[in-house]
């Protein structure tokens, strides 16, 4: 029996959101400074995409691969667009699971859920070719055992969860398992071991936000909006100084520093001060820029008009994730705020969230 699109849909749905490669809208060349991720994620669907080639010799071998990929970091960092983008252009059908769905207040049924969602997923892999299941907010699921608050629910859940996973390695099921979380150090080590690969996805630097405002403004001024030419000069002057500034304190150190060190040793040194956008926006994600763009798009509707001040006093208005999160976590007591945010591939002194864990999955 091979499954329709409409029956997918129809059984997924009450799990999460069901995408097949033509409902996405999202490109891999639309989201930057995601370099190093798209090249590692790109070479894991090139091997999905063929592994229907090999998958019944490596089943009668005993070799199947675990096909697995955890993706973590801030919120608004691309974990999913990314993912999606890529479904859309090997084109693998996918559900992204939602938390809220699959976790419920009543004994056993999140149990029971998890085993539906995975076992209708397997049955739709095997028949139709490929499936990815990408579970949003794992850690809702899958925190970590030994808390001193969990109850039995959540311990019966992780324990389930790692079951489905052996299970769909050892039966050599064409399904690829994602798992997203914002919140690294509350996974289940176990979890956090059994998946295969491991992709972290931080803030933008100053480079990467300026591409970002760059392609917006670009976008912009081809609807008929008028982008004040101050705009363009004004990132590129500010681009500059950072630049240089990056520079200077480079050699001064001691130590290496990289871009987002450098960004909050400049932010202490000008403390108080607002140089421009590049500097106001400082632990903003991509999410939180284009928050802010489409504020500033209905300043621009208006006068016809987007000025630098408009631009600046919208992308202030929304806010970054960082200084949220930050806040959330001393709120709640969690001392998860002492873990750095930023990319791994650029800082060597990045810490490793579960020191505990003593086989470490590849990274990507």
Known sequence: MTFT?????????KYGTVYFPNDIIDKPEDLLGLDKNKEMLEDFFKALKNYKKYAKKLRELRMTPSISVLLYGPPGTGKTSLTRALAKKYKIPMCVVEADRLVSPLLGD??????????????????NGLFLLFFDELDAIASERSSVNEVGEIKRGVISFLQILDRIDYEGIPLAIFGATNHQSQLDSAVWRRFTFHAYFGFPDFIIRKEILIKYLERLEQTQIEVDNTIYTQLEDELKLLKKEYQSIKKKSITSVNRFEFEDIFADKNKGKTIGILTSTRGYTGADLQRGMRVSLLKGIQKGLLKYEDLLDSLKFVGGTRIHVKQQQLLSGNEEHKEIYYSKSNNKNTQDINKSNKKKPLEI
Do not use: C, P, Q
């Open 110 to 127: 999140t149990l029971k859920n998890m085993r539906n969602v995975v076992e209708l997923s397997g049955e739709i892999a095997k028949e």
């Open 5 to 13: 699109k409409e029956e997918i849909k129809t059984r997924l749905e």
